[in-house]
Nanobody, 124 residues
Framework: QVQLVESGGGLVQAGGSLRLSCAASGRTFSRDTLGWFRQAPGKEREFVAAVKWSGNTYYANSVKGRFTISRDNAKNTVHLQMNSLKPEDTAVYYC??????????????????WGQGTQVTVSS
């Protein structure tokens, strides 16, 4: 059974940092694109960042320069380091995996597997 499990969410003050992790199991994810999305209350889920198996990364403009995505293929994990957090970063954060190795997926429908989400709350 394929599972993605996020951890590391919590409450932080504006300007602070958090590091999210996502542990994948049930199959090998070393060739997948791994991504992070988020959904704020009353809003649609949106793309945050993605990393290909090759290490190529892509970020939403809203987080570029503040967030860093990384992966550890040996451990089947993906991380999202979030610095200089803002109240507008408050959301449930989801990790996801796309089985197609040739693309850098940035939209929801391209992803095959999803975690259950972890809450990030940034206070002002």
């Amino acid at each position: 059974q394929v599972q993605l499990v996020e951890s590391g969410g919590g409450l932080v003050q504006a300007g602070g940092s958090l590091r999210l992790s996502c542990a994948a199991s049930g199959r090998t994810f070393s060739r997948d694109t791994l991504g992070w999305f988020r959904q704020a209350p009353g809003k649609e889920r949106e793309f945050v960042a993605a990393v290909k198996w090759s290490g190529n990364t892509y970020y939403a403009n809203s987080v570029k320069g503040r967030f860093t995505i990384s992966r550890d293929n040996a451990k089947n994990t993906v991380h999202l380091q979030m610095n200089s957090l803002k109240p507008e970063d408050t959301a449930v954060y989801y990790c996801a995996a796309d089985e197609m190795p040739w693309r850098l997926a940035t939209v929801e429908y391209q992803y095959d597997y999803w975690g259950q989400g972890t809450q990030v709350t940034v206070s002002s």
